[in-house]
T-cell receptor, first 114, second 116 residues
Framework: AQSVTQLDSQVPVFEEAPVELRCNYS??????LFWYVQYPNQGLQLLLKYLSGSTLVKGINGFEAEFNKSQTSFHLRKPSVHISDTAEYFC????????????FGKGTKLSVKP | NAGVTQTPKFQVLKTGQSMTLQCAQDMNHEYMSWYRQDPGMGLRLIHYSVGAGITDQGEVPNGYNVSRSTTEDFPLRLLSAAPSQTSVYFCASRTDPGHHFAGELFFGEGSRLTVL
């Protein structure tokens, strides 16, 4: 069975500092990997996704993530965060089977302080 | 530019009452799903549908029913509400270009349900 582990439930950082949000997955088959962001009192929206090809994926708002098959990781990074990046971030995995249903991690709350 | 619309946004129920959470999308997506979000638990899949007349269970289906009579609508029914169903519910739809089941999920803004 697939599962997703987000290693940090909360990450506080100062504005303009770099940040990394960690995600590990377990699956015995090839996977699709996603990062979604949820701003307060809103639904989730897609940041980026990895389907195949280049292991470095660039998304919206300056975020990027690197797929590492040997370490089964898909960590999200941003070189310089802004106050507006304060949100909860979810990593998700799908094998494409089961109609592509996404399995979500428990989320990481990023808090950017001035 | 509506996307995925959920109603109501807030609801308070008493234990044992029934209700329906409505979800509609105007993007002609075949795939639709319901998730619940609880603090520290992430999002868990309740039910999903791959087209009109086709539904299936997700990870946490007990206590919930769904139907899909049209492509646009995917209501979620609570037959006899319990305090354990207090949660935020999200409806999401997806298009699957090339049928690889890897398309982007579009989420509604959520329905916050409290069961007393």
């Amino acid at each position: 069975a697939q599962s997703v582990t987000q290693l940090d439930s909360q990450v506080p950082v100062f504005e303009e500092a770099p940040v990394e949000l960690r995600c590990n997955y377990s699956s015995s088959v090839s996977v699709y990997l996603f990062w979604y962001v949820q701003y307060p009192n809103q639904g989730l929206q897609l940041l980026l996704k990895y389907l195949s090809g280049s292991t470095l994926v660039k998304g919206i708002n300056g975020f990027e993530a690197e797929f590492n098959k040997s370490q089964t990781s898909f960590h999200l990074r941003k070189p310089s965060v802004h106050i507006s990046d304060t949100a909860e971030y979810f990593c998700a995995v799908s094998s494409g089977g089961s109609q592509g249903n996404l399995i979500f991690g428990k989320g990481t709350k990023l808090s950017v302080k001035p | 530019n509506a996307g995925v619309t959920q109603t109501p946004k807030f609801q308070v129920l008493k234990t044992g009452q029934s209700m329906t959470l409505q979800c509609a999308q105007d993007m002609n997506h075949e795939y639709m799903s319901w998730y619940r979000q609880d603090p520290g638990m992430g999002l868990r899949l309740i039910h999903y549908s791959v087209g009109a007349g086709i539904t299936d269970q997700g990870e946490v289906p007990n206590g919930y029913n769904v139907s899909r009579s049209t492509t646009e609508d995917f209501p979620l029914r609570l037959l006899s509400a319990a305090p354990s169903q207090t949660s935020v519910y999200f409806c999401a739809s997806r298009t699957d270009p090339g049928h690889h089941f890897a398309g982007e999920l579009f989420f509604g803004e959520g329905s916050r349900l409290t069961v007393l």
